[in-house]
C-alpha cells in the first residue's frame, strides 16, 4: 500500500520598515525572505499522533507551553475534518531561526496547516489558510497587526496596513539586504507591551514618535519605487534611532547596527518586535554587502545573510 504523506512550505520575512508603528495603525513594508524557510511532512504511523520540531520530540499532547500555538491549530484542523491526531508523524524542519523576527511562528503554522491539508487531500483556500494561521499567531503573539501572517502567506513584498487589505509593494531596489541575527531570542509581546505602557504614560510622545516612523515608512515605499537606494537608507537609521526612543531596541542591536554603519552600510535597523533578534542593513554592491556581513561576525553576529534585492524580489 502507498504511504499516505502530505507536505507543506513556508517562507521567512524581514519587515523592512514600520515594526510598532503598524500596531497603532501606521503602514509597514515587508518582504519575503526565501533564504530561510520551513517544511513540514506528514507521515502516517502506527503510533499515537507525533511532533518533530526544533522544540518538542513527542507526542503532540505533550508539546511544551511555546508551540502551544500551533498544537492549539493542529487539533482545530484535525477536529474540523473529523480526524484523529493518533497515526500522524508530524516533521517539521527550519530553517528559520526561531524569535528573531524572521516570521518562524507564522511559516511554521503556514507550512503545517498546508501539509495537514495536503495529507487529507483537502483544498485549502487562501481564506483558510488566514484564518488557521491567525489561530496561532493570536496565541503566539497575543494581538498581533498581523504582517507576518500577510507576507508567508502571500510571498510577495507588501505595504501593510493593520486591518486593510494589503497592496503589493512595487520594488525596484537594486542593492542588497544584509541581515545580522544578534543570537538572542527577540521579545516581541514584550517590546509590544512596552510600547504599550510608554503610551499610556505619555501618549503625545508616543504618538509623535508612532507617526514619525509611519512618514519614514510612506518615503521610504517611495525610495523602494524609485530605486532611491541612499535615500532609504536614511530612512532606515532614523526609523532605527526612533526605535530606540521608543525602548524597544537593546544593546547587542544597536552594536549591530553601529557596526554596519561604521563600514559603509547605507542604512540599518533592527526588524521585527526587537529587545534582541535581528539588524538589517543595506548596501549597493554584493562586495560591500560580504564586508558588512563579515564585520557583523567579528562583532558578535551570529548568523548573517545576504539578498539580492535586486534579483530575489522579482
Ligand atoms: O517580531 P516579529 O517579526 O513578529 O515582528 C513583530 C512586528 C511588531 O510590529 C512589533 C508587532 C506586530 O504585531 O506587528
Redesign the pocket.
Known amino acids: 500500500m502507498d504511504e499516505n504523506i502530505g507536505i507543506g512550505n513556508g517562507i521567512g520575512?524581514i519587515?523592512l520598515m514600520?515594526?510598532?508603528a503598524?500596531?497603532y495603525g501606521q503602514p509597514?513594508l515587508a518582504i519575503p525572505f526565501p533564504l530561510v524557510n520551513v517544511k513540514t511532512i506528514i507521515r502516517s504511523s502506527k503510533e499515537a499522533g507525533k511532533l518533530n520540531c526544533s522544540f518538542h520530540k513527542g507526542l503532540i499532547i505533550d508539546g511544551p507551553k511555546k508551540i502551544s500555538g500551533l498544537i492549539t491549530v493542529i487539533k482545530q484542523i484535525i477536529h474540523s475534518f473529523d480526524e484523529k491526531l493518533e497515526g500522524l508523524n508530524i516533521n517539521i524542519e527550519s530553517s528559520i531561526p526561531p524569535e528573531r523576527?524572521?516570521?518562524s511562528?507564522a511559516a511554521v503554522a503556514v507550512a503545517t496547516i498546508r501539509a495537514l491539508y495536503d495529507y487529507f487531500n483537502k483544498s485549502l483556500g487562501i481564506g483558510e489558510l488566514f484564518k488557521w494561521t491567525k489561530v496561532s499567531e493570536k496565541i503566539v503573539?497575543g494581538?498581533?497587526?498581523?504582517?507576518?501572517m500577510a507576507i508567508v502567506i502571500n510571498e510577495q513584498p507588501l505595504y501593510y496596513i493593520k486591518e486593510k487589505p494589503s497592496t503589493p509593494l512595487e520594488c525596484n531596489i537594486d542593492g542588497y539586504l544584509i541581515v545580522g541575527d544578534t543570537g538572542q531570542m527577540?521579545q516581541?509581546k514584550f517590546?509590544?507591551s512596552k510600547v504599550r505602557e510608554a503610551m499610556e504614560a505619555n501618549p503625545q510622545r508616543s504618538n509623535r514618535l508612532i507617526k514619525e516612523i509611519g512618514d519614514l515608512t510612506n518615503k521610504a515605499k517611495i525610495y523602494i519605487q524609485r530605486n532611491a537606494i541612499s535615500d532609504l537608507g536614511q530612512s532606515m537609521i532614523k526609523a532605527h534611532e526612533i526605535l530606540i526612543e521608543l525602548g524597544?531596541s537593546n544593546n547587542s542591536l544597536d552594536n549591530l547596527v553601529s557596526t554596519a554603519m561604521n563600514n559603509n552600510a547605507l542604512g540599518a535597523k533592527l526588524?521585527?518586535?526587537?529587545q534582541g533578534?535581528c539588524i538589517i542593513a543595506l548596501a549597493s554592491n554584493k562586495s560591500r554587502a560580504n564586508l558588512i556581513a563579515n564585520k557583523l561576525l567579528e562583532n558578535g553576529a551570529k548568523d548573517t545573510w545576504i539578498m539580492d534585492m535586486g534579483v530575489d524580489l522579482q
Open positions: 520575512k519587515i514600520g515594526e510598532h503598524v500596531v509597514a523576527g524572521m516570521g511562528s503573539h494581538n498581533p497587526s498581523g504582517i507576518d527577540g516581541t517590546a509590544v524597544v526588524t521585527g518586535g526587537g533578534g
